[in-house]
């Protein structure tokens, strides 16, 4: 039986108050980080590769079903308004489309062949990198994809939560963080869905670090999209070049972003001590 399949450490759930429920699930989420933990040098093996290829003009693509596919596209759609890169520089794609981002599409996930028909919609090439994201580690949909992307050369990497599964055979960057029963018995959205979460944060923070979206410790190409990132900008320029609120705000809105206004700022300084 697979692990994610293996009965809940707990029983009778529908006789338990509402505390005990809570600190049951509380209790199984604390053992998550450390089974991640475990998973680094796989997680570091799959991210110099993906930056290696990123930066010569490579893509990072990932694939899944249910949860798993929703996390993709979940992180993918993130990185654009956090690092301030192109859409489609990172694509999540779901079994089922865009319809079951929000409903299940039923045996979507058991079509073999139409994750690279999907993928091909986007011309994935060699310079790209494909995760496929799947808690079992069974899904045909994923299974299919990373088996022909690999055969075209590109680099193919994998999040799952069994060990030794179909899914991280079919790859050359295995990432497997086993977390064992879920509180309930298969709720794999449950400790699997935080894992998942967990590492995809890890792989597409580190990854925009290394591609030099990060300065310091600060996002420095975020897109301004609303008053609460506007701020955050102003106070960022204002600390970086140690100037006035109204100054800030001017070179934000004349250059678009932190690191411009920065550059800016610094660049009419000089000029004017020179």
Known sequence: MLTTESASHYDHLDEMSVRQLLEGINN???TVPLAVGKAL?????LVTGIVARMKQGGRLFYIGAGTSGRLGILDASECPPTYGVPFGLVVGLIAGGDTAIRKAVENAEDDIEQAWIDLQEYD???LDSLIGIAASGT??????GLREARK??????????????????EVEFPVEVVVGPE???????????TAQKLVLNMISTTTMIQLGRVKGNRMVDMQLSNNKLVNRAVNMVMEELGTTREIAEDLLAHNGSVRKAVEAGRNKKASIIG
């Open 152 to 169: 075209n050369g590109i680099l193919t990497g994998c999040v799952v939560c069994n060990a030794g599964s179909p899914i991280a055979a």
């Open 139 to 144: 899904t045909p949909y994923v299974i299919g």
């Open 28 to 30: 199984e989420d604390k």
């Open 183 to 193: 509180f309930v018995t298969g709720s794999t959205r449950m400790k699997s869905g």
């Open 41 to 45: 040098p796989q997680i570091e093996a």
């Open 124 to 126: 994935i090439n060699e």
